[in-house]
């Protein structure tokens, strides 16, 4: 078991999210394989793939966790051992699984390989973890449901003994630690072999005639930054930031954001109100602090007025050529905006757009084309490779 604690654990639902993460800050990440991984709908990672992000993120000094965290059915078990075999050479630092089976069957097929006990295990106490520490796994995911008072102590309790996850932010099922059969009965669509669709989500008529607005039975989203300070004086080894099926703009916003709250507190004891409100400019949903502080009316989101996905991503930066920089458009933007700079590599700075050029060489006001590639000219400072851009 590592000693190191307060790592910044970051979701990647393919290749290109993983780099972004990592790149980002991220001190380690968390992969599904195209079988045995919740999140179906993401696009997960075929071993080749596994192979070379977890080279990568060697060569970083940083670690991939692969998660087999289905609960089985018998249709699952012939093929897993050959299946884990495959991954197990790929010299991954973990698997986060929650059944039973699988977790026996990664200890006799390698037993060098750390077992993370996925929060779909709903850990909420010392006695449970020490239950699992006995069945050789090497760290605890928590329920979401632990609050702050329940986590100090149980991060007391396992101190040195077994390392506990804890999860940060992102989304919060209101089953739990995602133990539903709403999608099941609903849709034919089984949660725990990754196919959720969300009924919570839907919205609902209620038969009531004092009541006009549509019914929704989902939890608002977890954000925990406004709260780092308490947790960065526990022990507890990783702090997990959800998302295998968030947008690469979500990834990095969210990621940077917290290596910079952990870093500051780290060096100043502190965390500034700027690098909290962060978070804010990556949200698609209301966001609370879901259970940290016991649940109650308002981490619901109980009517149909959730907030729209925001669409200020502007463009990812490509390389440089003299003074332009190729750029690939996600969203339109034109010149009369103004631009923000996120990256690990450096601290956000305002600036504007000078020129905008297609391909042909042609001055455009408007970048329109998502996908396609641009040349612009700004104002001030210099981007980097990778650099994600949003509008403000």
Same mark, same amino acid.
């Given at each position: ?10 979701p ?6 993983? $780099? ?6 991220a ?15 993401a *696009? ?6 596994? /192979? ?6 060697? *060569?970083?000094?940083? /670690? ?31 698997? !986060? ?14 037993? #060098?390989?750390?077992?993370?006990? *996925? ?10 973890? $020490? ?30 003994? !077994?390392?506990?996850? +804890? +999860? ?6 209101? &089953? ?9 009965? =609903? *849709?034919?669509? %089984? ?12 919205l609902?008529?209620?038969? #009531? ?5 549509? +019914?929704?039975?989902?939890?608002? %989203? ?5 709260d780092?300070?308490?947790l ?37 004891? !502190?965390? &500034?109100?700027k ?25 619901? $989101? ?10 200020? =991503? ?8 003299? %003074?332009?920089?190729i !750029? ?5 933007? #034109?010149?009369?905006m ?6 690990? &590599?450096?601290?956000? +700075? ?21 996908? /396609?590639?641009?040349y ?17």
């Amino acid at each position: 078991m590592s000693n190191k604690l307060h790592e910044l654990l970051a979701p990647a639902g393919n290749y290109e999210k993983a $780099l972004y993460a990592l790149d980002c800050g991220a001190d380690a990440i968390y992969i599904g394989p195209k079988a045995y991984s919740l999140r179906a709908r993401a *696009s997960n990672f075929e071993i080749d793939e596994i /192979k070379s992000i977890t080279e990568y993120a060697h *060569s970083q000094n940083k /670690k991939v966790y692969v998660v087999l965290n289905i609960l089985c059915h018998n249709v699952h078990l012939k093929n897993f051992p050959n299946y884990f075999k495959q991954i197990s050479d790929c010299k991954v630092d973990g698997i !986060i699984c929650a059944d039973s089976f699988i977790i026996s069957q990664i200890s006799e097929i390698d037993k #060098n390989m750390e077992i993370h006990v *996925s929060t779909q295990q709903s850990i909420t106490n010392s006695k449970s973890a $020490l239950f699992w520490k006995r069945n050789n796994a090497t760290r605890v995911v928590l329920a979401r449901e632990v609050n702050y008072e329940n986590l100090k102590m149980i991060s007391n309790k396992l101190k040195d003994i !077994i390392e506990i996850e +804890f +999860f940060i932010h992102g989304a919060v099922c209101i &089953s739990y630690s995602g133990r539903c059969t709403m999608s099941n009965n =609903f *849709s034919f669509r %089984d949660a725990n072999i990754g196919g959720c669709a969300h009924s919570c989500r839907w919205l609902y008529n209620i038969e #009531n005639e004092d009541i006009k607005n549509k +019914f929704t039975m989902s939890a608002k %989203d977890m954000a925990l930054i406004y709260d780092i300070e308490k947790l960065l004086d526990l022990d507890i080894a990783s702090f997990k930031i959800e998302g295998r099926m968030k947008s690469i703009y979500y990834i990095a916003s969210i990621v940077s954001a917290y290596r910079k709250a952990i870093n500051q507190y780290k060096l100043d004891k !502190i965390v &500034s109100d700027k690098t909290k409100l962060e978070v804010k400019k990556a949200e698609n949903r209301q966001t609370s602090t879901a259970c940290f502080y016991n649940s109650n009316f308002e981490q619901m $989101l109980y009517d149909d007025h959730d907030k729209e996905v925001k669409q200020c =991503f502007a463009f990812i930066v490509l390389e440089k050529i003299n %003074d332009y920089y190729i !750029i690939e458009c996600k969203n339109n933007f #034109n010149k009369e905006m103004n631009f923000e700079c996120i990256s690990f &590599s450096h601290d956000p +700075f305002e600036f504007k757009i000078l020129e905008i050029k297609d391909e042909e060489g042609n001055y455009l006001d408007v970048a329109n084309k998502p996908s /396609k590639k641009y040349y612009i000219k700004i104002d001030n400072n210099e981007l980097s490779k990778k650099d994600i851009v949003r509008w403000i």
